[in-house]
């Protein structure tokens, strides 16, 4: 279904090497070793570097992670995508939740058909959870968005039910067969955000070094604190800085008031500015198979994730 070749979805020996801290030599006869196979291909399939990786040790998480931000263009999409993506480079399995009705996680990963079952589909009960769940690589599963997840909103506030068990209930079902759920969110306060929340472990927050930036993320983060003693929930929240440009005074300014703001949640990774993250999310071509120097930005902030680091 995705257009992503071979490569674009396995992690490169040097890639794994380097991050194991061996030298490009060794890995190739460790990874022989614990897959009892001649290696011929530079690079590992999703399986295949889960054995590696379990066998030296490393465990992967089990959480359901959203990405939210009320302001638009933060890049939200970008970010769930290139960290889910190489996250099952990784090993891990992934399962992707596309909650915007702007669909453009699904686009990205392929998936572009307005007839195929979306969230609000299971809210009103016509489909099931796994009637919804689309295969796009190894390790990568996603459940689509479309412009019908527009209405899911009312759907929600209009049901008779607890709606703020809307994400969370269906999810338990499949939840087992996923290291990470990771959800992408509309640029909203809504009632799907604080279902999402419910259902989350974890709330990444991107911010950008623009005017609004640090306004809506407080914003953000004061909701999001309503939202925890509301229903008495326990999930962290993390900061993500994104589209940091070096020659700007102000994404520096911006950046250390983030150190200083928030000193514990601020991920220790963050993303730089760069053209070619246009191509990930409109091509569907994974940022990891060509030269960007921001490939390694979201390597380390999916390290960050996955608890590799
Ligand atoms: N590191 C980056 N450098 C430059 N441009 C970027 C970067 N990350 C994302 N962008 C661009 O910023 C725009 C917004 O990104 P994205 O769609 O990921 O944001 P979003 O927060 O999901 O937006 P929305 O709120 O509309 O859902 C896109 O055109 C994307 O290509
Ligand atoms: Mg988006």
């Known amino acids: 279904m995705s257009t992503l070749a071979q490569q674009e979805f396995c992690i490169t020996l040097s890639d794994l090497a380097s991050f194991m801290e061996i030298p490009p030599n060794q890995i190739k006869a460790k990874a022989e070793k614990t897959l009892q196979r001649k290696i011929k291909s530079p690079w590992l399939l999703p399986e295949e570097a889960r054995q590696l990786l379990l066998a030296e040790g ?13 302001k638009g263009g933060v890049a939200k999409t970008t970010s769930v995508l290139n960290m889910g993506l190489r996250a099952a480079m990784y090993g891990a399995r992934v399962l992707f939740v596309d909650l915007d009705q702007q669909a453009n996680l699904s686009f990205a990963l392929g998936v572009e058909d307005e007839s195929l079952p979306v969230w609000v589909d299971i809210v009103e009960k016509k ?3 796994d009637e919804c769940v689309r295969f796009i690589e190894p390790h990568v599963d996603l459940i689509p968005s479309s412009l019908n997840n527009s209405v899911l ?8 039910r607890n709606w703020s068990l809307a994400v969370k209930t269906p999810l338990e079902k499949i939840k087992h067969r996923y290291d990470l759920i990771l959800i992408d969110t509309a640029p909203a306060l809504s009632a799907t955000n604080t279902a999402v929340t419910v259902a989350s472990d974890e709330v990444i927050l991107p911010v950008n070094p623009d005017k609004f930036a640090f306004m809506g993320l407080q914003k953000n983060l004061s909701e999001l604190e309503d939202i925890r003693s509301d229903f008495s929930l326990e999930f962290s929240r993390k900061v993500l800085f994104t589209k940091f440009d070096g020659r700007e005074k102000f994404s ?3 950046l250390q008031k983030c150190i200083e703001s928030f000193e514990d949640s601020l991920m220790k990774g963050y993303i730089r500015t760069s053209a070619e993250v246009k191509n990930t999310v409109r091509s569907g071509k ?13 390597d380390f902030v999916t390290r960050e994730m996955l608890g590799f680091v």
Do not use: C, T, W
């Open 252 to 254: 520096h300014e911006l």
């Open 153 to 160: 909103d009312r759907v929600l506030l209009n049901s008779n």
């Open 286 to 298: 994974s940022l990891y198979a060509g030269k960007s120097p921001i490939k390694a930005d979201y």
């Open 58 to 70: 490393y465990k992967y998480p089990h959480k359901v992670i959203s990405i939210q931000m009320l």
């Open 127 to 129: 489909k099931s959870i």
